[in-house]
């Protein structure tokens, strides 16, 4: 059972564009969102999070959008450089479920 | 990465032996994880530990045992390796369940 749906598994963006990843959830009792940034051969890195009290949050060319009744939030990266090609996963949390991952969206910027 | 290591970092193993995986934090996190990455499945949780001598066993944990004997210390061991454990491991830390995660370098295993 997939608790944590994730779109597209691969993103082409041009440089200077915007890059949008969807998420979707069906647990209610998730109450903590991160997005994690993982490059070739190293591990994922916390990027941003977001919890369910604001729809909203933005650090730098990332921005979290969060909708709390369609259970949807998505990352926004703006201004797409080449050096933001990553895998990029989002992820649920909370009650006493543990972190669930999306499968991860594969981004490539290219010049 | 700061704060935790992964080690070794790269292994190749014969299909039947024993085999450990070892992770080490420096940050006093109470809870330590062990995932593993494969093409199209993303990050799956193995086992999780919640305190010394504290876990429990997630999603794919058939072949897997952990140890936690030490709170810096988080051992994940292959009884009996298996083709299908042929994977990436990652080792993670966070202060909660519901906070960000810290993720190791990981560690490359094959099973051959």
């Known amino acids: 059972q997939q608790q944590v749906k994730q779109s597209p598994q691969s993103l082409i963006v041009q440089k200077g564009g915007i890059s949008i990843i969807n998420c979707a959830y069906e647990n209610t009792a998730f109450d903590y969102f991160p997005w994690y940034q993982q490059f070739p051969g190293k591990g994922p890195a916390l990027l941003i999070a977001?919890?369910?009290?604001?729809s909203e949050k933005k650090e730098g060319r990332f921005t979290i959008s969060f909708n709390k009744s369609a259970k949807q939030f998505s990352l926004h990266i703006m201004d797409s450089q080449p050096g933001d090609s990553a895998t990029y996963f989002c992820a649920a949390s909370g009650g006493y479920q543990k972190v669930t991952f999306g499968i991860g969206t594969k981004l490539q910027v290219i010049p | 990465d700061a704060g935790i290591t992964q080690s070794p970092r790269h292994k190749v193993t014969e299909t039947g032996t024993p085999v450990t995986l070892r992770c080490h934090q420096t940050?006093?996190?109470?809870?330590m994880y062990w995932y593993r990455q494969d093409p199209g499945h993303g990050l799956r949780l193995i086992h999780y530990?919640?305190?010394?001598?504290?876990?429990d066993k997630g999603e794919v944990s058939d072949g897997y045992s952990v140890s936690r004997s030490k709170t810096e210390d988080f051992l994940l061991t292959l009884e009996s390796a298996t083709s299908s454990q042929t994977s990436v491991y990652f080792c993670a830390i966070s202060e909660d369940k519901n906070y960000g995660y810290t993720f190791g370098s990981g560690t490359r295993l094959t099973v051959v």
């Open positions: 940050e006093n996190h109470r809870y």
């Open positions: 977001i919890r369910p009290d604001v």
């Open positions: 530990s919640y305190g010394v001598k504290d876990t």
